[in-house]
């Protein structure tokens, strides 16, 4: 009997990159195959995200077409997950009565048996309004089907406890909960020992990873007497070291997943400004394997924006810790995410984010127009709201000022010769590899010979656009030491 088949589309974030891995190992521990296209497979798994309105829009379409497909093929079967699903429930309900399973962030791990139920009784629906089982709640600890050989995410943290006032990811993840130091390093030493070199480290506001495990676990004697408190804790390792802090910082969790034998790129995102140690940055500086990239997200230059924001910095002290950062840490890029609109953003608050964004000369950056967002504080502002036309051309002016400061920094690296790890065949050029630098810059290069994704060259910089670099190749490096070679095709 041939494999039924799935495939799986990701909206949103990493986070969501992460769980969707984590279903296609369940839905593979299960006996389905990947389907060679989307219209070919039997389960079709939508993994949303609900972070701006377009979000909705894009699911709801696939939605709408997905009813046709299952009208003429009524085997298929359709699994709805993520953010949205958490945040919408109702609404997917009622626009989406041909969805056989919706589930939600906290019970991403019970996929596969909801689907079993549903096949027996019909469309379900289960979501959790928090995590339930806390070892089920981390994506990388159970089964996951990797899409990539040489590199992978590990999830360091779910859930968020800040309050930025336009932001739904907190009420959709959940609070902030650490994955145990030792059971990280663990499974970090695991993913090397499979030929694993690079892993980002994932966590909505990453530096502040370990503040709830001090405080929750050590309350906790039961679970602590269970999993031995320390090694859980803390990883035996640290605990061990007199000079110990009273909690494993992130800067510790960095030196520690930097020091396993076969780990070679570290990455992680996002660190939240307000929450940038000095510690980060010194174990960015004084751990080789950490790359020279930091994604800081700015989110507005203006001071009263950024209150109203409720982010916690000013744009002044933005600007003093991304001035530490570059003076610590050698050749360092730096990308950021700005929204533009946020209710009540004057014109002179607006000046003042393009003047910060200049003056911050980010390699990248990622700019939203504000999108309001139902149950958010920011969403009840609706006396402040602007106008979509001056939203829409204050985007366009901001757009300019970051495409001329990514074009600067792209065009500064011609001439270097940078190391890369190849990612797959070009998107834009078939005949070219798509890889990485460890500024986490695109460079794509002609090569004679194929080289496997994970394949580490030095490349020599020819030339730069504000979102690439192309190169020609100078040496190969060292070949991928991953056993299964998945093919993939790569920005
Ligand atoms: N935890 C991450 C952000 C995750 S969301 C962090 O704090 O860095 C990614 C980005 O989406 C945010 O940085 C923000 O710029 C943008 N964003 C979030 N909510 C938004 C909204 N309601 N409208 C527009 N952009 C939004
Ligand atoms: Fe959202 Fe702010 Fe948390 Fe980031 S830090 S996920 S922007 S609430
Ligand atoms: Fe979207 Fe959820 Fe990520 S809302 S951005 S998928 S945490």
Known sequence: MTPRTYAIR????????????RIAGLLEADGLVPALGPDDADVVVLNTCCIRENADNKLYGTLGRLKTAKEQRPGLEIIVSGCLAQ?????????????DVILGTHNVHRAVDLLHQARESGPIMEIWDEALEEAESFPSALAVRREVGHAAWVSIQIGCDNTCTYCIVPSVRGRELSRPFGELVAEVQRLAADGVHEITLLGQNVNSYGRDL??????????????????????AQWAADPARRVRPLFADLLAA????EGIERVRFTSPHPKDLRPETIAAMADNAAVCNHLHLPLQSGSDAILTAMHRGYTA???LEKLAAARAGIEDLAVSTDIIVGFPGETDADFERTLEVAAEAEFDL???????PRDGTVAATYTDRF????????????LHTVTERSALAKHRARIGRIEEVVVEGVSKRNESMLASRTRQNKLLHFASAAPLRPGTRASVLVTDAGAHYLTGELVEVLAAPRHRTRIPVTAG
């Not at 950056?365 to 999108?371: L, P, W």
Request: proline residues 1%; hydrophobic residues 35%; negative net charge.
């Open 87 to 99: 945040n919408d429930r109702e609404e997917l309900q009622r626009r989406a009565g041909h969805v």
């Open 10 to 21: 990701t909206f949103g974030c990493q986070m969501n990159e992460h769980d969707s891995e």
């Open 257 to 260: 997943v930097s020091a396993v």
């Open 214 to 235: 001090t405080l929750q676990r050590r309350q906790d004697a039961d679970h602590d007497a269970d999993h031995g408190a320390d090694a859980l804790i803390a990883g």
């Open 386 to 397: 602007l106008d979509p036309d001056l939203v829409g051309r204050r985007y366009s002016r």
């Open 365 to 371: 950056a990622f700019t939203f127009i504000f999108s």
């Open 316 to 318: 002044e002290r933005y």
